[in-house]
C-alpha cells in the first residue's frame, strides 16, 4: 500500500506544474521519497494487469557514466543540429526555446550527476509491438507526478534507446527486457513553474476530424 498522501500542491497544480526540471542539485535523495516514486510507478495501469516492468535504480556513478557518454553521442549527432534549425514548438517563443536547448544541453553534460535514477524497462520479448510503451509509460508518468509532488525535479528521457543495444548491456539489463525511459532525478535547482503547451482548441476535435469543439 502507498503511504498517505503528503500534503501539499492539489493533483492539478501538480499535472500543470510538472515540468522537465533538467537542472539538478547533486544531493541525495531519502531513500523514502525513492520509494514513495516507485510505488506511484507501480500503481499504473498496463495492459491486463501484465506488470511485466522493472525498476532499476541506479547511483552507480560508473555505470551513469557509461551510458551518458551514448546520450551525448546521440545530442551532439542528432539532437543538438536540430534544435538550430527547427522552430519553437506551440505554446513556446524564440526565447523560450533556447532557453529550452540551453537546459536540454545542461542535462546531457550533466546527465550522470543526477543523484537517482530510474529505469523504466519492460519485459517485451525480442522484438516489442509498436503498443508495448503503453505499458510503461503510464508508470513513467505517475513517477514524474509523484517526484513533483515531494519536491523532487525528473525528466522523461528516452534519448539514450538511440543507442540501446549499448546502453541496456552498460546498465545490464537482460535479453527479452528493454529500457523505456531513463528519470533522473534530484532536487532541483530551480523553482517549479507552468508548462508551456498551445491553445487546447487546436487539438481536439467535435464529432469528426478538424472540427472545433465549441466552448473549450
Ligand atoms: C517521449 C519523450 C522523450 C523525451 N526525451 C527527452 C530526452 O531524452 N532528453 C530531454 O532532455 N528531454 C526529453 N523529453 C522531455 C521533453 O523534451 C519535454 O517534456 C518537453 O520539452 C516539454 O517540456 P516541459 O515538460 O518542461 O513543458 C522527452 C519527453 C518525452 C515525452
Known amino acids: 500500500m502507498a503511504e498517505a498522501t503528503p500534503q501539499g500542491p492539489g493533483i492539478f497544480e501538480i499535472i500543470h506544474t510538472t515540468r522537465a526540471m533538467r537542472r539538478l542539485k547533486p544531493d541525495p535523495v531519502p531513500e523514502d521519497l525513492i520509494r514513495q516514486v516507485l510505488l506511484a510507478g507501480q500503481a499504473a495501469a498496463s495492459g491486463g494487469n501484465t506488470q ?57 553534460d550533466h546527465y550522470h550527476e543526477a ?27 505517475n513517477m514524474l ?14 534519448r539514450h534507446i538511440s543507442y540501446e543495444k549499448e546502453v541496456d548491456a552498460a546498465m545490464g539489463i537482460p535479453p527479452g ?13 530551480g523553482r517549479f513553474g507552468p508548462v508551456g503547451r498551445g491553445p487546447l482548441a487546436d487539438v481536439v476535435y467535435l464529432d469528426g476530424w478538424g472540427k472545433a469543439y465549441p466552448g473549450i
Open 52 to 108: 511485466r516492468w522493472r525498476f532499476l535504480v541506479l547511483k552507480d556513478p560508473e555505470i551513469k557514466k557509461k551510458v551518458q557518454v551514448y546520450y551525448k553521442k546521440a545530442y551532439d549527432e542528432v539532437v543538438g543540429p536540430r534544435y538550430t534549425t527547427s522552430a519553437p514548438p506551440p505554446g513556446s517563443d524564440p526565447a523560450r526555446y533556447k532557453r529550452q536547448q540551453a537546459a536540454v544541453e545542461y542535462l546531457t
Open 145 to 158: 507526478l509523484a517526484a513533483r509532488a515531494l519536491g523532487l525535479g525528473s525528466t522523461l528521457t528516452t
Open 115 to 141: 543523484p537517482v535514477w530510474i529505469v523504466a524497462c519492460l519485459e517485451d520479448g525480442a522484438n516489442p509491438a509498436r503498443s508495448a510503451g503503453s505499458s510503461i509509460y503510464p508508470a513513467v508518468q
Open 177 to 189: 527486457f528493454h529500457s523505456y525511459a531513463i528519470l533522473p532525478i534530484g532536487y532541483p535547482m
